[in-house]
């Protein structure tokens, strides 16, 4: 034992982080190989941004399960969507940062429950940062609607 009391429940949330880590991952790197493919530079740049972000956090669960002495999943739970027009990506993104948010609100409460607050506060440090990529994937969106093609245009390069 590495000193703290093993919760297998803690270990199954952030296994569960993990896994929807590698899904996010999986979705921004795909998005950004897609967009750089037509031309569209700049959001690739912020796909690829985000999905190093993503990476970091998949780091920093994995950290902390070995710790507690559990096994880091390696699996997303999802697989990612391709092919998509740039309003259904930031669609599909949106939905895996609220999907995320959600979840880690859910965690951190239960790691408080679990008296483990290391754990509850990497998921409310992951929560953050979720938020602010809701936040500038829900901008880009409400810009590209409002706008259209003169704001698709800026993205390009
Ligand atoms: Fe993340
Ligand atoms: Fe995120």
């Not at 739970?77 to 979840?103: F, N, Y």
């Not at 880690?104 to 953050?128: H, M, W």
Request: proline share 2%; net charge negative; with cysteine.
């Amino acid at each position: 034992m590495k000193g703290e009391p093993m919760s297998q429940k803690v270990i199954d949330l952030l296994n569960q982080g993990r896994a929807r880590e590698l899904t996010a991952i999986t979705q921004y790197m795909a998005q950004h190989y897609e967009l750089e493919d037509a031309d569209f530079g700049k959001l690739a740049g912020k796909l690829k941004e985000v999905g190093i972000a993503e990476m970091k956090h998949a780091e920093k669960l994995a950290e902390r399960i070995l710790f507690l002495n559990g096994e880091p999943t390696s699996k997303p739970d999802g697989v990612a969507k391709k092919g998509q027009e740039i309003a259904e990506m930031l669609k599909t993104d949106i939905g895996l940062e609220t999907e995320a948010i959600r979840m880690y609100n859910e965690a951190a409460l239960t790691c408080a429950a679990e008296k483990d607050q290391i754990s509850k506060g990497l998921f409310e440090e992951l929560l953050k940062e979720e938020e602010g990529h809701l936040d500038e994937f829900q901008n880009i969106k409400d810009h590209v609607e409002k706008l259209g093609a003169s704001y698709l245009a800026t993205l390009t390069g």
